[in-house]
């Protein structure tokens, strides 16, 4: 399966009379967008702003942050299951506004995490800060349960993600990538000597709040399977999950993948990236036994000689990585884990919830217990009053100037496991 | 068994499911799910299922086993550690939570524990 | 300009090698020996008002006394950083170099650094507790070893914010503090998995906790019948403690007589353990050694019969080494009576 993903880079965001791109300005018409909003009926109201890169904002609760993608060619439209057809994406070409995003706030619960930062040093942390991003403030109808809440406010985001997709879809772009997985036994014909390696992409799966959805599905309620990667990057994988904001995966990250961008820049030169498995982590036990049974049973199927495992969330999450780290190690399968940890403000705890010593080969992204310090924003988007409840934050979090004293969990995407970021600890 | 601290779990599946209710807290019903586990139950689901971190939120429902069996190992190991995590995280005590957020965390803690019961909406 | 007191052994300070390793502790104004390359690192940012000189063999053999003494002569100068070493791979030196170092940062409280390689035993003792940068095991690795304790150095005076011990070169000391990587963390997750691929050396950035769990053994099949040992490291000894078993880093265990003992008693037994509150074990040692309830069932016949012999050492800051060593010995001998289980009491 081969994909072309072309670059349109955007350099700038602007409210305008008409949505388009031109001269690397994302213009937008922010009527349009709020009535693509309204669409929906469970929003009494919606909001529309800008924020970025540099500027003195704060955005607050965060709950997805999403790339404008749009099919050029080739079968299927982005977010299938979700947002288009069930149909296989992946391949032919897609137009990517690289630099853009779509960011959604809105308080589904009291707790909502995530804050990114355009400037100061709560920026170095989260990525979304180099973005120029449309942020979109949802009110829900009053009553609306907290479960229609979140996929009303997921959907918002996907819809309007393609709105502004569909405005590079017939742009030239800058810089066009490719990506080819090849079939297995092209594969082993093509790279004889080269090891074969699979990527384990663990996705958080464990009820509201807490879900990512295949293709539509709801990853709980999938075995583990295989999937190419190209697909990935048309929208196969989205999330739904808004708990831990410093190490969930949003839309963004799994669209971006940077373990499957890495994997294919070795790929025909040091290694043979086979393909995909994606795993999900269950609240019950015999669920985790099963899928990291699968997970390494499927390794051993597709004859890979290493993998990286990648790990989304807190806590119980920890228990699946170590599974599946033991079972594809027990198959002869060399593993590299991805993890972050949860070392106490001090940095002296224990690190994960869960250990094993086959696990000796592992990437940190950072201890989210670090204690930071975030100076107040000129100007804040969302409900800044949620500071002093959600993770990481504590009674008094939020000082009278606006300025923040809390654990790095805060801050969306800061500790990412997916190897994201350079942020690591030691 | 369900073994909760949370009146919501408690209320809604309690004619279905054998529920030890819990009146105490997070950790209190993280050390009951231990003692179980000591007695030989065993531990069906995760004592940290759910992203949230366990400072943030005040409940939590574990599901054991209906019978006691042999001493399990694995689940020995697995709520002792999370006991381990509960401590370290609750070296810094537990927010304020206004009546709304309580209400929030209690349907999260329900709906993480339906998934398991393969309860849908 | 920031103050330095330098510590270095009778070698670096040219008196002579092992022959002359019993010469006490004294003090020099000035620099000796190393001290020049640290001079010149630090540039106009430091300087060392003195350096003490001190035989390898004097400091481990008098241990105490040494300690005391360096302790006023550091103290005259009124540092801002105390720097013992670096002591590479000399094992007596390093050790020396980590106690009195630790001695300073504890009494004087004032920053400490030194320096070692990996398996100097010193290394292991001191890493957790104070600061010690990783050497090459040989003087040949001094240049390289000073371009990382000066500029730390200057930052522990300082009072500077320490980074990671990827950043600052000291060892890691199961403190975790982020920092940034020059790659994203896939990059790193791809190269360590080309490392581990190609057979090549890769280091994890997370090493997991030694957990050691042993596999237990089957059960006794009839413990109405089996002969059951008491072997503790809460410290319990007969009163007086006759081995003189250390109440830290203890470097043996006792063997003691309870043929006929019912009960372990104030005026009989104490705990020799220097960790915890001794209080409620002395008041009745049956609480950390369970001596009384063992012969309640040896009397019920709930359990054949309790070993005549109880083994007891200190689990305070015990090298697991020595931990180790200890219980091959008496397990040997435990079996060799026909001890048929063990229990294990801790603290």
């Known amino acids: 399966m081969k994909l072309e993903l072309g670059y349109i880079f955007i350099k700038d965001i602007q409210f305008a009379e008409q949505s388009k791109v031109e001269n690397g300005t994302l213009y937008v018409n922010k009527e349009d967008v709020k009535a693509l909003i309204l669409e929906d009926q469970n929003f009494k109201s919606a909001d529309v702003e800008l924020a970025r890169p540099g500027e003195s904002i704060r955005i607050i609760p965060v709950k997805d942050v999403i790339e404008p993608r749009v099919k050029v060619e080739g079968p299927g439209g982005i977010f299938p299951g979700m947002i288009s057809k069930v149909e296989t994406v992946g391949s032919g070409k897609t137009n990517v506004l690289k630099g853009a995003a779509v960011v959604t706030t809105g308080k589904i619960v009291g707790f909502q995490e995530g804050i990114i930062d355009m400037k100061g040093p709560g920026a170095e942390y989260t990525p979304f800060s180099k973005l120029n991003n449309l942020v979109l403030k949802c009110e829900p109808i009053d009553g609306l349960k907290q479960h229609e809440h979140e996929k009303a406010l997921r959907f918002a985001g996907y819809k309007v993600a393609e709105y502004l997709g569909n405005l590079a879809k017939s742009l030239t772009p800058d810089e066009v990538h490719t990506f080819e997985t090849p079939s297995l036994t092209e594969g082993l014909k093509l790279y004889p000597d080269l090891p074969r390696v699979a990527y384990v992409l663990m996705l958080q799966s464990q009820g509201l709040m807490h879900d990512t959805y295949v293709y539509g599905v709801d990853a709980k309620k999938s075995l583990t399977t295989m999937i190419y990667p190209t697909e990935i990057m048309d929208g196969a994988i989205v999330s739904g999950n808004c708990v831990s904001a410093c190490d969930k995966n949003t839309t963004y990250h799994h669209l971006n993948n940077p373990v499957i961008q890495d994997l294919f820049e070795q790929h025909g030169k040091t290694l043979n990236f086979v393909c995909v498995i994606i795993s999900n982590e269950n609240v019950y036990l015999a669920d985790k036994e099963r899928s990291s049974n699968w997970s390494a049973k499927l390794a051993e199927l597709l004859g890979v000689d290493g993998v990286i495992v990648s790990e989304e969330g807190f806590g119980n999450p920890d228990t699946d990585l170590i599974m599946n780290c033991k079972k594809i190690e027990s198959k002869g399968i060399k593993t590299v884990l991805i993890t972050d940890e949860y070392a106490g403000r001090d940095g002296t705890s224990q690190s994960l919830a869960d250990a094993d010593a086959k696990a000796n080969a592992v990437v940190s992204g950072g201890n989210a217990n670090e204690v930071i310090e975030l100076p107040p924003m000129d100007k804040v988007i969302g409900h800044p009053e949620v500071v002093d409840t959600i993770a990481g934050g504590f009674d008094g979090s939020l000082h009278d100037d606006g300025s923040i004293t809390a654990e790095l969990q805060v801050i969306t995407g800061a500790t990412n496991e997916m190897g994201f970021n350079r942020l690591s600890a030691r | 068994m369900i073994i909760t601290n949370n009146d919501l779990v408690y209320s809604k599946l309690k004619d279905d499911y054998n529920i030890l209710y819990i009146d105490g807290s997070f950790r209190d019903v993280l050390v009951k799910t231990r003692d179980k586990v000591h007695a030989g139950y065993e531990l069906l689901t995760h004592p940290l299922s759910s992203s949230l971190k366990p400072n943030e939120t005040p409940y939590k429902s574990v599901i054991i086993s209906d019978k006691k069996g042999k001493l399990n190992f694995n689940s020995v190991y697995i709520i002792e550690d999370a006991i381990i995590e509960y401590d370290k995280f609750n070296m810094n005590i537990i927010k304020k939570i206004s009546e709304k957020i309580r209400k929030d965390f209690k349907l999260i803690d329900l709906t993480v524990l339906e998934s398991a019961l393969n309860i849908n909406y | ?347």
Do not use: W
């Open chain 3, 1 to 347: 300009m920031l103050k330095v007191v330098h510590y270095i052994n009778q070698f670096f300070a040219n008196i002579g090698g092992e022959e002359m390793a019993h010469v006490p502790a004294e003090i020099r104004e000035g620099i000796v020996g190393p001290g020049l390359a640290f001079k010149q690192a630090f540039g106009d940012e430091a300087e060392i008002v003195a350096t003490v000189v001190c035989g390898d063999s004097y400091f481990n053999e008098n241990m105490e006394k040494a300690k005391k003494d360096i302790i006023e002569m550091v103290k005259k100068y009124n540092p801002d950083i105390f720097i013992a070493g670096p002591a590479f791979n000399a094992g007596r030196y390093g050790v020396a170099c980590g106690t009195i170092a630790q001695a300073v940062k504890d009494e004087l409280k004032i920053p400490v650094l030194t320096g070692m390689y990996e398996e100097n035993p010193g290394a292991d003792m001191f890493k957790n507790s104070i600061y010690i940068v990783s050497t090459k095991n040989s003087a040949a690795g001094m240049r390289k070893a000073v371009k990382t304790m000066a500029p730390l150095a200057l930052k522990l005076a300082k009072e500077e914010k320490i980074g990671s011990s990827a950043e600052e070169g000291y060892m890691p000391n199961g403190k975790r503090v982020n920092f940034y990587e020059k790659d994203r963390g896939s990059k790193r997750a791809v190269k360590m998995l080309l490392n581990k691929l190609n057979g090549k050396p890769f280091t994890t950035e997370f090493p997991m906790p030694d957990f050691d769990r042993v596999p237990p053994n089957p059960p006794v099949k009839d413990i109405t019948k089996a002969t059951i040992a008491l072997v503790t490291s809460g410290g319990i000894v007969p009163k007086g403690n006759p081995d003189h078993i250390e109440s830290s880093s203890a470097s043996k265990y006792g063997k003691y007589d309870i043929d006929g003992v019912m009960d372990l008693t104030e005026e009989t037994f104490q705990t020799a353990h220097g960790g915890y509150d001794p209080v409620y074990a002395n008041e009745d040692p049956d609480r950390v050694l369970p001596v009384d309830i063992m012969r309640e069932f040896e009397k019920e016949g709930k359990i054949g019969k309790l070993y005549r012999y109880f083994y007891a050492t200190v689990g305070n800051g015990t090298a697991v080494k020595n931990a180790k060593a200890f219980a091959e010995k008496y397990a040997k001998e435990l079996k060799a009576d026909g001890v048929d289980a063990v229990i294990l009491t801790s603290t």
